[in-house]
């Protein structure tokens, strides 16, 4: 079975431009995290949903940052306009239960 | 502001011997815990986990202990292996929920 399927793995993007983020939970899953890895921070959670409605963005740290789950099989982060504090590692997770399932995350670099 | 924090940024341990590696948190809240482990260029994946109702749980080679009056847990890794080095991440859920609060991460060396 497929797991989580995460898109792009590296993005190398400018200052101000915008990037988007893409996430395929494992199917059948009702949960999927969003989360940010960082040196300093190590995983931060940003912002998980429930059967697509988004329950707790209280981890996305500004409105630059925006998150969408149109169905059950595909959602999106995006950042507008990125800068280079941005750089990170984005994690999408799913679960059914209480174990999560992660993707192998996107490298984002802010130049 | 971190919830969950693992205070050993780096542990170095041989082939054999047993690799221990500590968590604390601070809300009392949290009653359920994991451990992730993370291998480079890959996501985390689940290894251990244990209910606050329980203070040792037992998977193989690896067991968790939980201390809930110090809010500490441990991971216990006996005999560690080389392909046991990898980054492990202590998470922690309050009332069996989701929101995962994660540490840092402590990142496990085990030399031949």
């Known amino acids: 079975d497929a797991g989580v399927i995460q898109s792009p793995r590296h993005e190398v993007t400018e200052m101000g431009q915008e990037v988007t983020l893409r996430c395929k939970p494992i199917?059948?899953?009702?949960?999927l995290f969003w989360y940010r890895q960082t040196m300093m921070r190590g995983l931060e959670l940003l912002i998980y949903?429930?059967?697509?409605?988004?329950?707790?963005d209280s981890g996305m740290p500004e409105d630059r940052f925006s998150a969408k789950m149109p169905n059950a099989s595909f959602s999106t982060l995006k950042i507008q306009p990125s800068e280079p504090r941005d750089s990170a590692v984005y994690f999408c997770?799913?679960?059914?239960?209480?174990?999560?399932?992660f993707g192998e995350g996107s490298r984002l670099t802010v130049l | 502001d971190q919830q969950v924090k693992q205070n050993s940024p780096s542990l170095s341990v041989q082939e054999g011997r047993i690799s221990i590696l500590n968590c604390d948190y601070t809300?009392?809240?949290?009653?359920?815990f994991l451990w992730y482990k993370k291998y480079p260029a890959e996501g985390p994946t689940f290894l251990i986990s244990?209910?606050?109702?329980?203070d040792k749980n037992e998977d193989g080679r690896f067991t968790v202990f939980l201390n809930k009056s110090a809010k500490h847990l441990s991971l216990h890794i006996v005999p560690s292996q080389p392909g046991d080095s990898a980054v492990y991440f202590c998470?922690?859920?309050?009332?069996?929920?989701?929101?995962?609060?994660f540490g840092k991460g402590t990142s496990l060396l085990v030399t031949p």
């Open positions: 997770a799913s679960s059914l239960g209480d174990r999560l399932f």
């Open positions: 199917s059948g899953h009702d949960y």
């Open positions: 949903f429930n059967n697509n409605v988004p329950i707790d």
């Open positions: 809300n009392s809240m949290f009653d359920y």
């Open positions: 244990i209910s606050s109702i329980k």
């Open positions: 998470a922690a859920s309050p009332n069996s929920g989701y929101a995962l609060n």
